[in-house]
C-alpha cells in the first residue's frame, strides 16, 4: 500500500498536540521546536488527513492577548482553508493550567469549578466558529492521589451539574454539537473518576440530556486497565453512544505511551478495524498519539502515516479474513443451529418456560464437541502474518 491511498475519505483526524508534541515527558525537555496551528495544518495536509482538532490553548495559548488571538485564527483559518482539512472536534484544557491541580468540575473550590465553566463555555464557542461538532470531554485531572481529599459521590454529583449545565448552554447557544466523554483510568491522577468507557456510559445515563452526551474510547486508557477494547467500544456502539474515538496503542500496566496505532496489539488493531468498518461506523478515525520522543518532524510525518497505513492494512486483512473460505466454514460450523430450540428463545410466555423446564438435554454430548477456535484463532494469525 503507498502513501498515494490516504484520502481525506478516510476521515483521518489528528490533535494539534498530536502531531504538534515536543516530545517532552517527565524526565525530559523537549526534542522538537514546536510549530504553529498552521503549520501543523500543512503538515497533516501533507500526509493526507482528513482534519485537525484542538483544545483551546493548543490554538490559542492561554495568556494569549485578544489581537494576539485574532492573529492566530487567521493564520489557521488560511491553512485550513488552503488545504480543505476539517475541524470535526474540540475539547477543553482542563488539565495543564496550576489552577487545575485538584481537577475541574470536580474541584473542592468552588472558584476553580466556576473557572472551569467559564473556560469550556468559551473553547466550545472556540471549536464552534471552527466548524466542530463534536465536543470531547477528559477529566485528566478529575480525580485524587488519596480518597480523604475528595468524596467520590460529591464528585460524580460535580460533574452531573457541570456537563448539564454546558448542555443547557450548547442548546441555548443552538449549537449543533454533541458532547463524547473520554474515560482514562489513572494518569496524570492517582485514580481518575469515571475510570472506563463501561463507567461513561452508566454515568450518561443520570444527565438531563443523555440524548446529547456519548463516549470517546481510547484504546490506551482501555489497555492501560487490562481491559478489552472491542467489548467497550462494541457497548457504546451498541447503545447509540460511539460518538468518536481515540485510536492510539499501549501495553497493560505501563505508564501513558499512546504509541503509534496499531504498534503493540496487532491482533486488537484487526478486531477494532474489522468491527468500525463492518458496522459503518461514520465519525472520525482520530489518532490521539505522539511519535516516539527519538524522532524529528520526518519522524512525526512517518509516526502519523504509519497510524493511517496500519489502520488502512487492517481494512484489506479484515476483507481478506471474510472472503477467506476455510475461515466462513469453521464460521458455518461454529454458529451451526438446526433450528430445533428456536421455540424457546426469545419473549418469556409461561408454556414456553414450562417447555424448556421439561426438555431433556444430553449435557455430555454437548459438552464432548470441541468448537474449532484454535483453528480459527490461528487463521486469523496467519491472516495477519500475510500468509494467507
Ligand atoms: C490528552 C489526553 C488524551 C485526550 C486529549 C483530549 S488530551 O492528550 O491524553 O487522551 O483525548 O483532552
Ligand atoms: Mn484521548
Ligand atoms: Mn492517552
Known amino acids: 500500500m503507498s502513501n498515494e491511498s490516504i484520502h481525506p475519505e478516510h476521515k483521518f483526524t489528528f490533535g494539534l498536540w498530536t502531531v504538534g508534541s515536543v516530545g517532552r515527558d517527565p524526565f525530559g525537555q523537549p526534542v522538537r521546536e514546536p510549530k504553529s496551528p498552521a503549520e501543523l495544518v500543512y503538515l497533516l495536509a501533507e500526509v493526507g488527513a482528513y482534519g485537525v482538532n484542538f483544545h483551546d490553548n493548543d490554538l490559542i495559548p492561554i495568556d494569549a492577548t485578544p489581537a494576539e488571538a485574532a492573529a492566530i485564527k487567521r493564520e489557521f483559518r488560511k491553512a485550513l482553508e488552503a488545504t480543505g482539512l476539517k475541524v470535526p472536534m474540540a475539547t477543553t484544557n482542563l488539565f495543564s493550567d496550576p489552577i487545575f491541580k485538584d481537577g475541574a468540575f470536580t474541584s473542592n473550590d468552588p472558584k476553580v469549578r466556576a473557572y472551569a465553566l467559564q473556560k469550556t463555555m468559551r473553547a466550545i464557542d472556540l471549536g464552534v466558529e471552527f466548524g466542530a461538532q463534536v465536543y470531547v470531554f477528559w477529566g485528566g485531572r478529575e480525580g485524587v492521589e488519596s480518597d480523604a481529599t475528595k468524596d467520590p459521590v460529591t464528585a460524580i454529583r460535580r460533574t452531573r451539574e457541570a456537563i448539564n449545565f454546558l448542555c443547557e448552554y450548547v442548546l441555548d447557544k443552538k449549537y449543533d454539537l454533541k458532547f463524547a466523554l473520554e474515560a482514562k483510568p489513572n494518569e496524570p491522577r492517582g485514580d481518575i473518576y469515571n475510570a472506563t468507557t463501561g463507567h461513561m456510559l452508566a454515568f450518561i445515563e443520570t444527565l438531563d440530556h443523555p440524548e446529547m452526551a456519548g463516549v470517546n474510547p481510547e484504546v490506551a486508557h482501555e489497555h492501560m486497565a487490562g481491559l478489552n477494547f472491542l467489548h467497550g467500544v462494541a457497548q457504546a456502539w451498541e447503545a447509540g453512544k460511539l460518538f468518536h474515538i481515540d485510536l492510539n496503542d499501549q501495553y497493560p500496566g505501563r505508564y501513558d505511551q499512546d504509541f503509534r496505532f496499531g504498534s503493540r496489539d496487532l491482533k486488537a488493531a484487526f478486531f477494532l478495524v474489522k468491527f468500525l468498518e463492518e458496522v459503518g461506523y461514520p465519525g472520525p ?33 479484515a476483507a481478506r479474513w471474510n472472503a477467506d473460505p476455510e475461515i466462513q466454514a469453521l464460521l458455518a460450523e461454529i454458529n451451526a443451529d438446526d433450528g430445533s430450540l428456536t421455540p424457546y428463545f426469545g419473549k418469556y410466555t409461561p408454556q414456553k418456560a414450562a417447555a424448556l423446564k421439561d426438555h431433556a438435554f444430553d449435557r455430555q454430548a454437548i459438552a464432548q464437541r470441541g468448537l474449532l477456535y484454535e483453528r480459527l484463532d490461528q487463521l486469523t494469525v496467519e491472516v495477519l502474518l500475510g500468509v494467507r
Open 285 to 317: 478515525r482520530h489518532f490521539d498519539a505522539h511519535a516516539y520522543r527519538t524522532e524529528d518532524y520526518e519522524g512525526v510525518k512517518d509516526f502519523a502515516l504509519g497510524c493511517m497505513r496500519t489502520y488502512l492494512i487492517l481494512k484489506e486483512k
